[in-house]
């Protein structure tokens, strides 16, 4: 499985970005998929996700410091993911990774990440 982010970039605190994941490869056997943030000097945290992607879309889950603002979503027909981030602030400052698990292949997919820079 091969991800490829893009819709990172540069916005003013209260703005919006909308995130896109293009995966390609084996994507029948993706089970779950996610947006993962790691800023400068801290770990990569989840910040999104949908699992049970093959049972037809979990529940959504989101990190406590993004809900109400950021809202994931999916495009099967695509095989794209989103990350619609609404009322941005600085501390959303990070890079952007997409994320896939195979549980058929027990293994992590990740993106090439995209920056996301919110000025106050």
């Known amino acids: 499985v091969q991800l490829v982010e893009s819709g990172g970039g540069l916005v003013q605190a209260g703005g919006s970005l909308r995130l896109s994941c293009a995966a390609s490869g084996r994507t029948f056997s993706i089970n779950a998929m996610g947006w993962y943030r790691q800023a400068p000097g801290k770990q990569r945290q989840l910040v999104a996700a949908?699992?049970?992607?093959?049972?037809?879309?979990?529940?959504?889950e989101y990190a406590d410091s993004v809900k109400g603002r950021f809202t994931i979503s999916r495009d099967n027909a695509k095989n794209m993911m989103y990350l619609q981030m609404n009322k941005l602030k600085p501390e959303d400052t990070a890079v952007y990774y997409c994320?896939?698990?195979?549980?058929?292949?027990?293994?992590?997919?990740w993106g090439q990440g995209t920056q996301v820079t919110v000025s106050s």
């Open positions: 949908v699992t049970s992607i093959t049972s037809g879309g979990g529940s959504p």
């Open positions: 994320n896939a698990y195979s549980r058929s292949y027990d293994k992590q997919y």
